[in-house]
């Protein structure tokens, strides 16, 4: 059956992300640039598919960054874009990806009502890595400039919200984001300082009152004495300067974490508290009333993003 363009074009697109590691990027970037985009909606299609691919693949985060910086500087130069209509305006685009991730991450997940034991575990976990992943993401393309700072301050005002019903998951995202740009953009100079010094003091009060788990109240309290050290605990790093992880470099840390499967199992049994004979039987944090308060849960909205379009 022969392909209609877009198709062909979308069928590429995917083909080499699929490849794509840090040793064959520049010779995969370079046939992604002839593969036939041409229009906003190709933009978008691969957006979409670098996004999806971020959120499984952690230590290739920065590589994909680095994709979108890349692609932006080139449909910059080249105005490589047919569609006069809509002049391709990438950071607009990256933007309401942005929107669109963030959001379908922290809407309570689908089809877990019939799954049981190992089933619910497994999807769990692969919820959990999706929404982290994706979090990191966009902190990084925070970093790197390719979203204007002040977005921050919507994601984490979204994150940290006083609700009903405490989303330790949110709490945990908000850890990791922040743990993202907090080096950053922790400055009194920042336009926006007092409102994401808001949110630390809402972090503060959370883990006074101690209404979540223990190991959420360590992850904030983490990032809090982080704050306190002018983030000097761990080294900041320089996007300019890092580089992804490697294949090998891959490989090597697995060898050293012994099995993922193990860590996996130990850490979720540690974080849950349980363990895993009552994980099997009650589904960890996700059974029964902690399942129905999930789902309970106003769903998450940031509202339209374009006032963050600019610069700030």
């Known amino acids: 059956m022969k392909l209609d363009a877009n198709e062909g074009v979308t069928r590429a697109m995917k083909s080499i ?5 840090v040793e064959k990027f ?3 970037y370079q046939k992604l640039l002839v593969c036939g985009i041409e229009t906003r909606t190709h933009i978008e299609t691969l957006m979409r598919e670098v996004f999806e691919k971020a959120t499984t693949q952690h230590h290739f985060i920065t590589m994909y960054v680095n994709l979108c910086a890349r692609l932006h500087r080139w449909l910059t ?21 942005c929107q669109s991730s963030f959001e379908q991450y922290l809407e309570p997940p689908e089809g877990l009502d019939g799954l049981e034991g190992d089933e619910l575990y497994v999807a769990q976990v692969k919820y959990k890595t999706k929404m982290l992943g994706n979090i990191k993401l966009v902190g990084e393309l925070i970093r790197a400039g390719m979203l204007a700072p002040k977005i921050a301050i919507a994601v984490s005002a979204e994150l940290v919200r006083d609700d009903p019903i405490v989303l330790e998951e949110r709490l945990e995202t908000l850890a990791v984001f922040l743990e993202t740009v907090g080096p950053v953009l922790d400055d009194r100079s920042w336009a926006h300082f007092a409102e994401l010094n808001t949110v630390f003091e809402q972090m503060e009060r959370i883990v ?3 209404a979540v788990a ?8 983490d990032v809090l004495d982080r704050r306190l050290s002018r983030w000097q605990v761990q080294k900041v790093r320089d996007l300019t300067t890092e580089k992804p992880t490697t294949i090998g470099q891959v490989h090597e840390k697995a060898r050293q974490d012994q099995t993922p499967a193990s860590r996996v199992s130990r850490t979720w049994t540690q974080d849950s508290g349980a363990s895993s004979v009552a994980r099997t039987r009650t589904g960890s ?24 379009d600019g610069a700030g």
């Open 214 to 221: 223990p190991r959420i109240c360590f992850l904030l309290r």
């Open 77 to 97: 130069d080249e105005s490589m874009i047919k569609d006069a209509q809509s002049q391709c305006n990438f950071k607009r685009i990256l933007l309401n990806q």
């Open 285 to 308: 944090d996700w059974s029964g009333s902690r399942r129905k308060a999930f789902a309970g849960g106003r769903p998450v909205s940031l509202g339209s993003l374009g006032e963050f």
């Open 17 to 21: 992300l699929n490849k794509l590691t």
């Open 208 to 210: 006074a009152r101690g």
């Open 26 to 28: 520049d010779a995969l």
